[in-house]
């Protein structure tokens, strides 16, 4: 089965920029889709298909993928964005694939 | 707006069976599918499986094949996750996704359930 590796963690000072990555072999052919899981809810689509934003998710979520990595970039970090974050992927016939998780936290 | 509202808590025995709803409001429910992801206690998310609301396709993930089931009722807008022969690491919480109505569609969980926890104990 398709694996996605995630660093298990992430710290940044507030307003400095936070890097996740997400590996997986030839990541860069399929679509990536990101996720923010704050404690106690169901997490939130922030990234879709590599780059777009879904409505509502403020400008500094980015995403790109390419080769065997794909990266969600938060600029301008804030407190709020203290989460979990999740990478996705569809690995065909076997379904929905998630990567382990990366926490970020704010300092 | 979209709305995925689920059933409320469960507890179980080791065995039996679990089923858990999920009722959608806000959008055209036939164009559409619907994923079930469970998160383990402190783990990410599990994909599970994944029905068309549009004509009862079902995709689900291999691990679970053979104990689990997925259906839906379009009067009611409502789709339904019956997880059987359930096992003490069964214990998690259970949510519902909206993606794509195709099978092997890649289009991304944009609204999802509230979850729904499951306890399995003797």
């Known amino acids: 089965s398709y694996v996605l590796t995630q660093p298990p963690s992430v710290s940044v000072a507030p307003g400095q920029a936070a890097t996740i990555t997400c590996g997986g072999n030839?990541?860069?052919?399929?679509?990536v889709h990101w996720y923010q899981q704050k404690p106690g809810q169901a997490p939130l689509l922030v990234v879709q298909?590599?780059?777009d934003r879904p409505s509502g998710i403020p400008e500094r979520f980015s995403g790109t993928n390419s080769g065997n990595t794909a990266t969600l970039t938060i600029s301008r970090v804030e407190a709020g964005d203290e989460a979990d974050y999740y990478c996705q992927v569809r690995d065909g016939g076997n379904g929905y694939v998630f990567g382990i998780g990366t926490k970020v936290t704010v300092l | 707006q979209v709305h995925l509202v689920q059933s409320g808590p469960e507890v179980k025995k080791p065995g039996a069976s679990v089923k858990v709803s999920c009722k959608a409001s806000g959008y055209m429910f036939t164009y559409y599918g619907i994923n079930w992801v469970r998160q383990l206690p402190g783990q990410g998310p599990e994909w599970m499986g994944w029905i068309s609301s549009h004509n009862g396709d079902t995709e689900y993930g291999q691990k679970f094949r053979g104990r689990l089931t997925m259906t839906t009722d379009t009067p009611t807008s409502t789709v339904f996750m019956e997880l059987g022969s359930l096992r003490f690491d069964d214990t998690a919480v259970y949510y519902c996704?909206?993606?794509?109505?195709?099978?092997?569609?890649?289009?991304?969980?944009?609204?999802w359930g509230q979850g729904t926890l499951v306890t399995v104990s003797s």
């Open positions: 030839d990541i860069g052919s399929k679509s």
């Open positions: 996704a909206r993606s794509g109505r195709t099978t092997g569609t890649t289009r991304p969980f944009e609204h």
């Open positions: 298909d590599d780059t």
